[in-house]
């Protein structure tokens, strides 16, 4: 018994010890960019929703291109803190304090959701595996890389994850109990995951129709009656679970039925851009740049011992098929294939899929040590080099949120560029780095609809899509195309005579505005914005004038909208 209990002991340090770093690496740096906001999708969260939210007492967000259970969730932990400020520093209330102190907090919620969301996961692997083999799966998501950047920002993408992860646990008990509480319980919780991001519907519907598959199954059984065949395809517990989840999704998104149209056509676009791309940006589909997302997310070694595990688990799968492992294999699987059908990619897109990822790779190493002992100390040694190099790739990835480029490159352009200089730019200002009260900044961001044929033509496909054009005439509403910007005035700026006529002394691009004009494109004639491209390309050349004098770059693997290439460009010449 005493070996039992030391043994026990001895695991639970394991895993506090995998929960502390966790919560280390998602806590990192996680002041990043205040009082700015560099994470253009936490600038709409905590400025343009939850803030005008509380401010107004709305519980409308009047914004359906995310769920609402995210920004509710958030109004209640803010709600105090809120309150405290409006009564105590009223001036403050929605100034840059404010919203730094507001933004930080819910960083910090996101940090510890997505550190719970390690323990999660090894709940999912000693209840499917082991304990040892949790342990592994714990720690593997611990130390990824996109896992745990994306824990640092205030955004619903860990919380979306945390929610889809208790209703795979949930499930898993389910099967392994027949408690059919387990099975609503799981029900309820898909519906809040989908109620905080759209991706999560596809994993939930996978979970029900396996959880109900003895049920469901009956309708290609020859034996069955016609009766018994019609009685399957809706059963009871299936049809509860369905209830149960559009219960979740709408106490989470209630304005889905109280402002259905606005909703509605919100979906509508999502899902037809999801298709043809956006604003020109069309490409191909996306199997191949998701790949290489996750191999980014990982890095090498942990992707691959991933991709190995879900092989082995698939092969274990094939020669003993059960619903728990269909659970766990259809998730990564079918979601995989189905969003890379998808002509746009984000690595935020495909992360839902890390946490089973890296559960199967957890699987894979304790079925090794377990069944090939003469040969644990090799393999030990392995698996601990691919954690030393995994964890090391990640603490890289997370330290850049202490030195990003724009904190570096805005110091620069304070100390070397002299005031009452003209800068211009052409981003959003998430993008750049802070400029000076005493320098004049000119920001000229293109007009996507005069600049684009690419997207008249997009807009025109939308608008003749037969759903959305029956949507359009049964809601009379129109639905808006949203673009970067709408300033009609932008036509033609984009040139070297109008550039000629503002010259700016200096000229500040971010990586992540100008490349997707560049990057893509060999030539302006490839280009859906043939304007833009050959205007950045020649101004990266030095043949509009103005000669590169800085360039602030770091290849460091990290998550998304960290750490943009930051390039000033000085006026060489009189134009």
Known sequence: ????????????????????????????????????????????????????????????????LKPSFYYYFLEI??????????????????????????????????????????????????TFFNANSGLFAGLFLAISMGFATHSHFAYMDIPMIFLMLLMVLLSLQYLE????????????????????????????????????????????????????RIKAILPKPLIISIMLVSLGFILGTPFSLLDFPAFAGTILKQMFIAKHGYKGFVGSTSWSANLSDLKYALGMPLFLLSIGGLFWGF?????????????????????????????????????????????????????LLKSMRGLRIPIFIVVVLIMSYSGFYTFRGVRCFSNDTRKISGEWIRANIHPQSLIE?????????????NLNVLSIRPNFIVESPAFEQFKMELKSNPTIVWFLKTFKKDIKIRVLSDHPNNKGKFSLNSL????????????????????????????PYPVLTDYFAKLIRGELGYKIIARFEDKTPTGEFINPTITVLKKEKAL
């Open 500 to 527: 000629e006529k503002r010259k700016p002394d200096y000229i500040v691009l971010t990586s992540f505005y100008f490349r997707r004009y560049i990057k893509k494109y060999p030539d302006a004639k490839s280009s």
């Open 177 to 228: 109990t027949h408690r059919i509480s387990k099975l609503y319980l799981a029900s309820l919780a898909g519906g809040l995951a989908i109620s905080t991001k759209y991706n999560a519907g596809l994993p939930v519907i996978l979970i029900l129709l396996i959880c109900n598959w003895d049920q469901i199954s009956v309708i290609i059984q020859k034996e069955r009656t016609i009766k018994e």
């Open 315 to 367: 092969v274990s799968f094939l020669r003993n098929p059960n619903r728990k492992a269909a659970v766990l294999l259809s998730i990564p699987i079918i979601y995989y294939a189905y969003i890379g059908s998808w002509h746009i990619s984000q690595l935020r897109y495909i992360l839902l899929i890390i946490p089973l990822l890296v559960l199967w790779a957890a699987g894979l190493v304790g079925s």
């Open 1 to 64: 018994m005493r070996s039992d209990i030391k043994k026990l002991n001895y695991h639970l340090y394991i895993l506090l010890t995998i929960v502390a770093l966790s919560l280390f690496l998602n806590i990192y740096g996680i002041n990043w960019g205040l009082p700015a906001l560099w994470h253009p999708d936490e600038r709409d969260t905590i400025r343009s929703i939850v803030i005008p939210m509380a401010r107004h007492l709305d519980p409308n967000p009047h914004n359906f």
């Open 425 to 437: 730019t052409y981003s959003i200002w998430a993008y750049l780095p802070k400029f000076s009260k």
């Open 77 to 126: 932990i803010l709600s105090p803190f809120f309150l405290y400020y409006k009564i105590a520093k009223p001036a403050m209330v929605f100034g840059l304090d404010f919203v730094s102190i507001v933004t930080l907090i819910s960083r910090t919620v996101t940090a510890i959701i997505g550190t719970a969301s390690v323990f999660l996961l090894y709940l999912i692997g000693k």
